[in-house]
């Protein structure tokens, strides 16, 4: 089993989870997150004090897929957030060893 | 008001609102305590109320665009209503505007004194004037609401300052200009009286505080704006919730509290009048609430307080046309209907024709002012609880009717819908040629805090 | 005042509180403009005060569910005050309960005028009726605190309405109906006055703002209400700690703020008092907050903002019953020793009983009161620099014992808290009958926001 | 006013400010309702009004620490007020601070009468103890924004009664001590009851609401302490933004809206005059506002909500001292020119310095202060559309020289920068070697909430 | 090591840290996170605008633990988290290369 | 590729974002985190309820990073974050699969 984290922009989440949704995954769970990267932020002026903010708000997903599924989800997720300007976010996929389902016990690809 | 010819000398000769002859002794200074403390209600009710309680219902990106673009109106209109907007709207001109006897407040001073509902009774006119003040402001403010989160905030300026000066002042000369009751002294002296006041005032619509100078005519002119301004970015496609209600809620308490001043302060009086326009003011307000979040509850399962605020907003603006002329179970019946009908204007209404009214100025205000105008010729009849009109030159309530007032009643909000709706087309238009209406995508969805203001509203 | 008993004929001949004999030109519009001003007050204290100091103190997912139960309680209860409380309460009855001549204000113009504590001196009827309006609404808005975050919003609206039904109208009628004082103008017309006046008021008991009335009642019915409902889940195993600390802030500042119409305009008059009246509310709260968050310094370490907020709330509450009768200095002793006591109950008396008083209704609200009644009768004492009893038949300052005065002070703890107590087992085990009182274990984990009302507060 | 000398026995003869002798019908009811209602709306600006505005500006993890020095220290000030404050501050002594009498409020009875600016009218002396009161309370409360998120609670406290006792008592006295209009009857009584008067007042120094007696003295001990206490940790590299902008919007609102009770109420009377300061507290702030952010719009790229809430505070500070001398566009001018100062003191003045004065209390209320004191001597002048200066000795306003009374102004301002700033000096040197200024370095980090108040402001 | 990653319900916070802790477990990070899952959300009114909100509060506990601790604090978690309705939440268990402790320098399993 | 995440004490972001912009890592993603540990945390106290705040604020960076600057970015975060008080935070490390940049669809430590 594989985990995706997708960092993306904020108002793309619905068009993400419609997405991945229609693939038959069934869980995301998903966090604020503050992003720094090649896009730039703005600044901010409190009277005299000026501040640069670039950590911009972003939104993290989590899922875990089953490897078959990995690539369809991918691909999904890619196209829903992909807006084609700076700041589209990054994907990360690392290998999960196991994932149980509290409520029932089940585990590996059962637990999904 | 019966309203015959006179010659325009004598008219001339009647000292509009403001009678230096008489003496200060006419004026009670519990009536200026309350007039003051009204003011400073009315204040309260703008900012904060009317802030929180737009700034609550919009998403936190833009919740300082809106607290921001009602403050410095609020600041704008108070200029201008010192520099020239007092002086067209509340000195005599002819049935449409005022003249320039009052421009930069000029001849107005510590001793100058202006009339009130009874006759002998003045308070001074300093003190109408910035009662006055805080009625010009809050009503571009309520504007603000129904293009909320995408409108550049220069254009959101000029417009409203566009707006108040074509709009706001001739209407409120319409409707509230009179020479004051002193000048009844006889048939001959009220025909003339009469001849010099408003134009809507002519026609005998009753407006007790602003239900056509202050809420139709913001009303329509926010809908000519959702209009104009085109729908936010993802209407209807993403939840756009309010960021904060128990905002919403401080504002609508603010509004309620603050609305004391507005209606009851319209009063010019502290009597046993003004306690009645308090009493309706709060029963109307409680009795709209209710209906509102008690019909959301039937219908959608639950009552919800954003449809209590809502509805007691509902109902505040229903009654302050009507606050003066009904009693209490008048006023109750307005906020009941009120509640209902602005309800389903906005959930119905709105969805049935596609519009993206922010804020629901149109829904509540120009619709709730509707009602309330409307309803006002109902329950004003003494038959009804009501107090009927009072005919200054006979010294005694007037014989009434209910088809004849409402007929009245349609002249103010007809007129008064025509003028807004007309002068807000060209304000619009003209703002969108010059400056251009709305920010670019990228802005509205970061949102206008950081880039029109360069703040943040929460770290 | 004593009593005796007087042919009832003369007694229905004294015109209760209102008397439509005396002139107009008794009114003085300062003394209007004041009431008004305080009505507002009142109002601003709990829409939004009280509701964003109880707002604050729950958790952020019943945030919603209290401003809620208290906005639209004020609303329910304003309209049935109009319809039946204010007559059963202030109109001519029995010792327990008025008549039915104000039933839907008929007869309530704006001419009516009711008496004031002084001779000769009225106010507009109709500024009287909505200044008792808010505090028949304030009053069931403050039980709402003891049994927050777990109570369905029908039954908190049901219960509220009956127990504001048969025990606020009732206690404020036996408490505070009274002739007035022109019915005092001899010994005897003023035997016959005292005879129709309310039990407790016969009694002798001074409660000049509603110690008794508001606070001992509503926080008696607060009692009972967190034992029957019982505990909130995982109460003293999780956390609950406030979720909006400034929130409790802007909540317990509006209150004082607010609570100056309270006591001051039970003065009902604009005069010198009304200003001692001020001073003692404002210094009394003053000395509670410091004397409750010093305590906590001394014994826990840190002074807290929740503490200083709730001392003066603790000392708001008790100096209501004594604000008219004490000096500035009496004021400042009983802030001191309602904050240190409120403290006690609030830590060890609720540790001791298990009691969940989500917000300490009882602890601040009943204790508080019953402390400011009973310190009533000691810094009344003109020897304490009290103002002691005015005797309207001798129109001077009668004899002071302190003493007595406690035994009559003791009569309105006694009724107040036996009343109360018994109308809400009964409002509360028929509520519990027909609706049921709790929501769902689900429900009030999720919270009482998304499911009861269908909103979120922040997003 | 010209000081000669008299018989001291002829001066102790003046009744000062109180004067038993006159008839209780010399108070009009109205301007106890004014005052009264003045009084209220001083509270509401400091509790939640400044306690909001500077909470809102502080970091997340500050903000009750900021509510709490301002709620406790308003508390405890209200009780130094009663116990000796008022009475050195406004009883006859000697031209710095005044006497005895008045300890513990001592012969303060509900009788008790004070003077106003018109012969002849009194007010409840009462009523005037506890307005006054409210100023003596705000004022210490506004030093706390200067070291704010650093100081020790205790500390805190023990400065700012220092500073109360030994400047603003004094200074309060010097500006505005007199014997109060009635003792002018002829030249040589009005020399005896001038000579009578506090140091300030006798050089003929204009402050109608507080410039200098508030805003200069708070803004001195502002700086002195933001040097005392040396700058935040990580100052000028860590960000340090308002942790909540529509907080700080509230809280400039309510400023706004109770300053109406701090300039018109010092009027002490509800008359035309007070209408014209009503409008002059409102067109100064207005275009201090819009100064303020459009100055930002134009050299900064964006107006900002915290600039037009900052302008709004510079201008009703700046107004402040001027407020019942000039005319309305005087006012207007008055707040242009305090909102592009206090910008100019806000961001180069602070910036050059380098002393952190954390919520700018120097760069508002002094510079703001100085300006609004200067300003008046300007357009008080009635060519300029002032009132000048009135003469109760000749019963008129006497002739004006701009000059003369800037000078007299200077002396005003100049007096109290050197007063304040030497006991404040004196002040912080003291606590610092008592108790210790700042809280250490880890605490500062965590933030003041959870470890001086053992609280978390939002969960 | 492993890296520990639960998706809980946020009322079972103090359950699961207590229960982690009686295996000596001494670290947990804490995110507040929204879920989308089986558990069926909430539908939302704001005036005429409806929305469903299918997003839940949850609280994402990360722990690192050694390999022998692992299975412990796999029931640990479980045993404290399980209510039995749809919603409990999910498992993942992955490997970490290394841990860092910051103030120390230590590494590996000292640094747990 | 190498997925580092470190839990630090949030006062200290600032300097470890300059201290690994430094090294030019170009992408940093922050979440605002509690972190239970050795650390003691705080009694707070309302009215009569005493609670034990053991959860202290704490910010989360992940980064990704190739494997040659692993023990560099490791190096400078330490440094930079490191106060030498109890509670500095850790660092844990695990291996990513791949790295994807939604906006050009690159993978790889292209897309880093
Ligand atoms: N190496 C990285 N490690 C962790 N997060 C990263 C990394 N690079 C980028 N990010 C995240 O991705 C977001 C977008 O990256 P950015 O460089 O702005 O644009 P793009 O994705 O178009 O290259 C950043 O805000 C950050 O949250
Ligand atoms: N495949 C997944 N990837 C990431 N998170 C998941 C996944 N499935 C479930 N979750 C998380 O677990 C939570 C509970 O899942 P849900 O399907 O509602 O119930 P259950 O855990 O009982 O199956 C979700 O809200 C979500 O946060
Ligand atoms: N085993 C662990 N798993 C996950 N997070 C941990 C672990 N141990 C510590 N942490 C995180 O690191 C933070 C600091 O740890 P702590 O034990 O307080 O001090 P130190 O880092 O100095 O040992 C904790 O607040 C927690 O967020």
Same mark, same amino acid.
């Given at each position: ?112 | ?100 006897? !009052? ?18 009774? %003045? ?108 729908? !936010? ?66 219908? !959608? ?90 005919? %200054? ?34 304000? %619009? ?8 209406? !709305? ?18 509203? %929460?770290?």
């Amino acid at each position: 089993m594989k985990l995706i984290t997708a960092i993306i922009k904020p108002f793309k989440l619905d068009d993400v989870r419609d997405a991945i949704g229609e693939l038959g995954v069934l869980g995301i769970t998903v966090t604020e997150v503050k992003g720094f990267g090649r896009q730039r932020g703005h600044t901010e002026l409190y009277r005299g004090a000026e501040y640069v903010v670039d950590f911009l708000p972003k939104v993290k997903l989590e899922l875990a897929v089953s490897d078959e599924l990995l690539d369809q989800a991918l691909e999904a997720i890619i196209r829903a957030a992909r807006t084609g300007k700076i700041g589209d976010g990054k994907i990360f996929v690392s290998t999960l060893d196991d994932v149980i389902r509290i409520r029932t016990g089940e585990t590996g690809a059962q637990a999904l | 008001m019966k309203t015959r010819t006179l010659p325009l000398v004598a008219a001339l000769l009647l000292a509009p609102l403001t009678a230096m002859a008489e003496t200060a002794a006419a004026v009670d200074k519990g009536d200026t305590a309350w007039l003051l403390t009204s003011t400073a209600l009315v204040i309260l009710m703008t900012i904060p109320g009317l802030a929180l309680f737009y700034g609550g219902m919009v998403r936190s990106k833009n919740v300082l665009s809106v607290l921001m673009q009602v403050f410095l109106t609020f600041c704008v209109i108070a200029i201008a209503w010192a520099v020239y907007g007092y002086s067209l709207a509340f000195t005599a001109g002819n049935a449409f505007v005022g003249g320039a006897d !009052r421009l930069f407040m000029s001849g107005l001073t510590v001793e100058s004194i202006a009339a009130t509902f009874s006759k002998g009774v %003045y308070v001074p006119e300093m003190a109408y004037f910035v009662f006055q003040l805080t009625f010009a402001c809050i009503t571009p403010c309520l504007i603000v609401g129904a293009f909320a989160e995408r409108l550049k905030f220069s254009a959101v300026l000029v417009f409203l300052l566009f707006w108040f000066t074509f709009s706001y002042v001739p209407v409120a000369h319409m409707v509230w200009f009179w020479a004051g009751p002193d000048a009844y002294t006889d048939a001959e002296a009220g025909a003339a009286a009469g001849a010099m006041a408003g134009f809507i005032f002519q026609k005998g619509a009753l407006d007790f505080a602003g239900g056509t100078v202050v809420h139709i005519n913001s009303g329509i002119a926010g809908l000519v704006g959702a209009i104009f301004a085109g729908r !936010r970015v993802g209407y209807g496609r993403a939840p756009m919730p309010p960021h904060n209600l128990p905002m919403v809620m401080i504002g609508a308490s603010l509004l309620w509290v603050g609305w004391f001043g507005f209606n009851v302060g319209s009063n010019l009086e502290a009597n046993g009048l003004a306690a009645q326009v308090f009493a309706n003011t709060l029963l109307a307000t409680a009795s709209a609430a209710v209906a509102w979040s008690f019909a959301e509850w039937i219908w !959608r399962g639950t009552p919800t307080v954003l449809g209590a605020a809502s509805g007691a907003v509902a109902g505040l603006v229903a009654i302050t046309p009507a606050c003066g002329w009904v009693g209490p179970m008048g006023a109750i019946a307005i906020g009941v209907i009120a509640g209902l009908l602005c309800l389903a204007a906005v959930t119905k209404l709105k969805a049935r024709f596609g519009y993206d009214d922010s804020l629901d100025v149109f829904g509540v205000h120009c619709v709730g002012g509707i009602v309330g105008s409307l309803l006002t010729a109902v329950f004003c009849s003494p038959s009804l609880g009501g107090t009927g009109v009072y005919d %200054y030159v006979a010294n005694a309530v007037a014989p009434y009717s209910i088809g004849g007032q409402l007929v009245a009643q349609l002249w103010g909000v007809g007129v008064t819908i025509l003028w807004s709706g007309a002068v807000s087309v060209a304000g %619009y238009a003209l703002v969108r040629a010059l400056i251009g209406l !709305r920010v670019s995508e990228d802005e509205e969805r970061e949102g206008l805090d950081t880039r029109s203001h360069g703040e943040s509203a %929460y770290t």
